[in-house]
């Protein structure tokens, strides 16, 4: 019998590699009813009918010579319920062009937070912290609040377009609860941390040593009970920065990612504000220059399995470190400008082999849109740029950005400088949309352990994936230039004569929600009106 339940067609789009866009023009994939992708080949490939399809020829089954009929229809898809439809997904209504891009991954979210989304970013970050983020997050012991909170979050991130998402909860136990129930619900996949503190916290948000470790342990036995094969819902261990965590619940928390393999999350080398804190917190460690990735990693915590976000204050040895643990660092573009005092070195990491996913880090930045992460990165790393040649030009140094994105030498003349934070980059590698994009998706799945499962749009993966009306991006906003590529190299009979590529980058600069019309994850459609 064939494989396929479901078989989808149209251009797909996704970035296996760092820095290039891997288009596909009417191609089809055939996915089965575990939501795994059986086959992904062009459309003339395909045996098909005037009215329908017949086996779909390409799935192990048919291939070794079984198979059955696969139907044409264009009724909204049940996923409770197998059958075999043919779903065209090439146009929206009017013809419009759409493409199939895998869905988003946020590396760092902190869930209960969205509650202020927008607002509050008046203060440096512990004091945010204090004013802001600790009252919302305890207030969440109500569970019908928390409920309220959770479920809209979950949709809001779904009709965003993440379909997989690392989330921070608070530190009580059935609240978090709460959350993982959200996401399992309504087909989030998610990692979901209890958050753990006891330390240097408000009196009312703060936790025994004891408590954290046994009410960490205890969720992790939740969620491996609620999804048992960790296919949409996983635990996190979540120390939620060294400032707030004790020696011995840090290392507690290690024992316990060692003994259930879970995954780890935290927030490293932030902002200046926390660098002094942790140095503080250890006066005679280290010569008082204390620092967060060794201490991590003295507690079972630096990982290939460990997340780590914003990393801004790291240094050039701490970053080695990191890579050497395959640890990822986490970048949060706007929440960095509002409070990390700098920006992520993103073209200098990528060029010496550390793993980055991409957050959107609610409600340190405002949104939680990936599409704006996604903005941000490159907004941010242009920022770092000219930052860089404006202290080579008062050292002495020339520094071209041109030979920089294009990854040549770029330092000529001058004495140079030491230190990560304020070095001169020899050479680092370009860092634009498509890096972003890939960051968004198969880079976010890798961070998190899921490189295999998701992020691109191949065989052995799961149907994560996105339909976006490109066009509509470009009738509401292109300059009416008819023609303007027809004729030259790469150019199509798009609208204003653009390639799909054009299309598509106009859509992750400029789009939102109003243009991804449907979402799937692991093979269920979670969000989005079928038929299109």
Same mark, same amino acid.
């Given at each position: 019998?064939?494989?396929?339940?479901?078989?989808?067609?149209?251009?797909?789009?996704?970035?296996?590699?760092?820095?290039?866009?891997?288009?596909?023009?009417?191609?089809?994939?055939?996915?089965?009813?575990?939501?795994?992708?059986?086959?992904?080949?062009?459309?003339s490939e395909l045996k098909a009918s005037a009215?329908?399809?017949?086996?779909?020829?390409?799935?192990?089954?048919?291939?070794?010579?079984?198979?059955?009929?696969?139907?044409?229809?264009?009724?909204?898809?049940?996923?409770?319920?197998?059958?075999?439809?043919?779903?065209?997904?090439?146009?929206?209504?009017?013809?419009?062009?759409?493409?199939?891009?895998?869905?988003?991954?946020?590396?760092?979210?902190?869930?209960?937070?969205?509650?202020?989304?927008?607002?509050?970013?008046?203060?440096?970050?512990?004091?945010?912290?204090?004013?802001?983020?600790?009252?919302?997050?305890?207030?969440?012991?109500?569970?019908?609040?928390?409920?309220?909170?959770?479920?809209?979050?979950?949709?809001?991130?779904?009709?965003?377009?993440?379909?997989?998402?690392?989330?921070?909860?608070?530190?009580?136990?059935?609240?978090?609860?709460?959350?993982?129930?959200?996401?399992?619900?309504?087909?989030?996949?998610?990692?979901?941390?209890?958050?753990?503190?006891?330390?240097?916290?408000?009196?009312?948000?703060?936790?025994?040593?004891?408590?954290?470790?046994?009410?960490?342990?205890?969720?992790?036995?939740?969620?491996?009970?609620?999804?048992?094969?960790?296919?949409?819902?996983?635990?996190?261990?979540?120390?939620?920065?060294?400032?707030?965590?004790?020696?011995?619940?840090?290392?507690?928390?290690?024992?316990?990612?060692?003994?259930?393999?879970?995954?780890?999350?935290?927030?490293?080398?932030?902002?200046?504000?926390?660098?002094?804190?942790?140095?503080?917190?250890?006066?005679?460690?280290?010569?008082?220059?204390?620092?967060?990735?060794?201490?991590?990693?003295?507690?079972?915590?630096?990982?290939?399995?460990?997340?780590?976000?914003?990393?801004?204050?790291?240094?050039?040895?701490?970053?080695?470190?990191?890579?050497?643990?395959?640890?990822?660092?986490?970048?949060?573009?706007?929440?960095?400008?509002?409070?990390?005092?700098?920006?992520?070195?993103?073209?200098?990491?990528?060029?010496?082999?550390?793993?980055?996913?991409?957050?959107?880090?609610?409600?340190?930045?405002?949104?939680?849109?990936?599409?704006?992460?996604?903005?941000?990165?490159?907004?941010?790393?242009?920022?770092?740029?000219?930052?860089?040649?404006?202290?080579?030009?008062?050292?002495?140094?020339?520094?071209?950005?041109? &030979?920089?994105?294009?990854?040549? $030498?770029? %330092?000529?003349?001058?004495? +140079?400088?030491? /230190?990560?934070? =304020?070095?001169?980059? *020899?050479?680092?590698?370009?860092?634009?949309?498509?890096?972003?994009?890939?960051?968004?998706?198969?880079?976010?799945?890798?961070?998190?352990?899921?490189?295999?499962?998701?992020?691109?749009?191949?065989?052995?993966?799961?149907?994560?994936?996105?339909?976006?009306?490109?066009?509509?991006?470009?009738?509401?906003? &292109?300059?009416?230039?008819?023609? $303007?590529? %027809?004729?030259?190299?790469? +150019?199509?009979? /798009?609208?204003? =004569?653009?390639?799909? *590529?054009?299309?598509?980058?106009?859509?992750?600069?400029?789009?939102?929600?109003?243009?991804?019309?449907?979402?799937?994850?692991?093979?269920?459609?979670v969000s989005g009106t079928i038929p299109v």
């Open positions: 019998m064939c494989q396929c339940v479901y078989i989808y067609h149209g251009s797909f789009v996704d970035a296996p590699v760092a820095g290039d866009l891997r288009i596909r023009e009417d191609h089809v994939a055939g996915v089965d009813a575990r939501g795994t992708i059986v086959f992904v080949v062009a459309a009215d329908g399809l017949s086996r779909c020829g390409h799935c192990a089954a048919c291939v070794t010579g079984g198979g059955s009929e696969v139907a044409s229809g264009s009724g909204a898809i049940d996923a409770s319920r197998p059958r075999r439809v043919h779903v065209r997904l090439a146009t929206a209504r009017g013809g419009e062009k759409c493409v199939l891009c895998p869905g988003f991954v946020d590396g760092h979210i902190h869930a209960p937070q969205v509650q202020y989304a927008g607002t509050a970013l008046d203060l440096p970050l512990l004091r945010w912290l204090d004013r802001y983020a600790f009252p919302a997050e305890a207030g969440l012991q109500d569970l019908t609040l928390a409920e309220c909170v959770y479920g809209s979050l979950v949709e809001l991130l779904l009709r965003n377009g993440t379909t997989t998402a690392l989330l921070f909860a608070t530190i009580h136990l059935e609240p978090t609860k709460v959350l993982a129930d959200a996401c399992l619900g309504r087909g989030l996949r998610a990692l979901v941390g209890k958050v753990c503190i006891d330390q240097h916290a408000p009196a009312f948000y703060c936790e025994s040593t004891e408590q954290s470790l046994a009410d960490t342990r205890a969720f992790i036995e939740y969620v491996r009970a609620r999804s048992p094969d960790a296919r949409l819902l996983q635990p996190v261990v979540t120390p939620r920065f060294i400032p707030t965590c004790s020696l011995d619940l840090l290392r507690g928390l290690g024992r316990l990612a060692a003994e259930h393999g879970c995954l780890i999350q935290s927030h490293i080398s932030e902002s200046d504000d926390e660098v002094a804190f942790v140095r503080a917190l250890f006066p005679h460690r280290d010569g008082g220059d204390a620092r967060d990735a060794p201490i991590f990693d003295e507690c079972g915590l630096l990982t290939g399995r460990s997340v780590f976000a914003h990393g801004v204050q790291l240094r050039e040895d701490e970053c080695d470190l990191l890579r050497a643990r395959g640890a990822t660092i986490g970048h949060c573009p706007l929440s960095n400008f509002h409070f990390a005092n700098g920006t992520l070195a993103t073209s200098e990491l990528l060029a010496r082999g550390n793993r980055l996913c991409l957050g959107s880090d609610v409600a340190a930045s405002a949104t939680v849109s990936l599409l704006n992460s996604q903005q941000h990165a490159v907004t941010s790393h242009k920022a770092r740029l000219g930052l860089l040649k404006l202290r080579a030009t008062r050292q002495g140094d020339v520094l071209d950005l041109a &030979a920089l994105e294009s990854g040549e $030498r770029t %330092r000529h003349g001058g004495s +140079g400088s030491g /230190g990560w934070a =304020g070095s001169l980059p *020899e050479r680092a590698r370009p860092f634009n949309w498509k890096h972003a994009f890939h960051m968004a998706t198969q880079g976010g799945a890798e961070g998190l352990s899921l490189g295999d499962s998701i992020g691109t749009i191949d065989v052995g993966k799961q149907w994560d994936v996105l339909q976006v009306n490109v066009d509509a991006v470009s009738r509401r906003h &292109a300059v009416p230039v008819p023609d $303007r590529r %027809r004729g030259q190299p790469g +150019g199509d009979d /798009g609208p204003f =004569g653009q390639t799909l *590529e054009d299309r598509f980058q106009a859509f992750l600069n400029l789009g939102g929600d109003r243009e991804i019309m449907n979402v799937w994850v692991d093979g269920r459609h």
